[in-house]
């Protein structure tokens, strides 16, 4: 079955430093990718998607690169910040399935000033 | 625009009452999800309608179930409430039924199941 499998948290960093969580997929067909976030006490919100291979998607100075070929969507961003300490879910959709969401496990980063 | 909103924010209840949650989509957006979110299972999806017809469904017990309205605002119900319900469920909304389209969320209603 479809699935997605990100890294384990929790993940600390200090601020200004890379950041890389990585996620891959297994799924039938051609999914669609997402990297939502949660921040504590909300809801989910769309960090960035991609639709097809080799697409980039990216937002707030994050960006994930739908790699087919490794069938992976891992998230980056080059400085973070305090204010991105929130988890971060890797997700993805299926033209069989279309409005359901099959999330990863949920990566917890903390970021120390 | 407004964002989707979700009624109550927070609810306690015992074992073996039900309980009615409520959620209104973003205007215009006619497909509405549902996921439930614990600790220990994470984010798993509960079902989906679309147009007022449920379209797709997770693997949850029958006490679990939802409509939604002509107006696209959508309810779901569980029956006969287990500490196990205990848990964020979390409604989404979205345009069309689409691998491509992006679902946004609204912030949830937090259940305690005593």
Redesign the interface.
């Known amino acids: 079955g479809n699935s997605v499998t990100q890294m384990e948290g929790p993940v600390t960093l200090s601020e200004e430093a890379f950041l890389t969580i990585n996620c891959t997929y297994t799924a039938t067909g051609y999914p669609s990718l997402f990297w939502y976030v949660q921040y504590p006490g909300e809801g989910l919100q769309l960090l960035l998607k991609a639709t097809k291979a080799d697409d980039k998607g990216s937002n707030k100075g994050f960006e994930a690169t739908y790699r087919k070929e490794t069938t992976s969507f891992h998230l980056e961003k080059g400085s973070v910040q305090v204010s991105d300490s929130a988890v971060y879910f890797c997700a993805l959709k299926t033209d069989s399935s279309a409005s359901k969401i099959i999330f990863g496990s949920g990566t917890r980063l903390s970021i120390r000033p | 625009k407004a964002g ?1 909103t979700q009624t109550p924010r927070y609810l306690i209840k015992t074992r073996g009452q039900q309980v009615t949650l409520s959620c209104s989509p973003i205007s215009g957006h006619r ?1 509405v ?1 549902w ?1 439930q979110q614990t600790p220990g299972q ?2 798993q ?1 509960l079902f ?1 309608y ?1 147009s007022e017809t449920q ?2 469904k ?1 693997n949850f017990p029958g006490r679990f179930s939802g409509r939604q309205f002509s107006n696209s605002r959508s309810e779901m119900n569980v029956s006969t409430l287990e500490l196990g319900d205990s848990a964020l469920y ?1 409604c ?1 909304s ?1 345009i069309l ?12 209603t937090r259940l305690l199941v005593l």
């Open positions: 989707v497909s999800s996921y994470g984010l999806f989906e679309f379209r797709n997770g979390l989404a979205a039924r689409d691998r491509s389209e992006t679902q946004y969320f609204g912030p949830g």
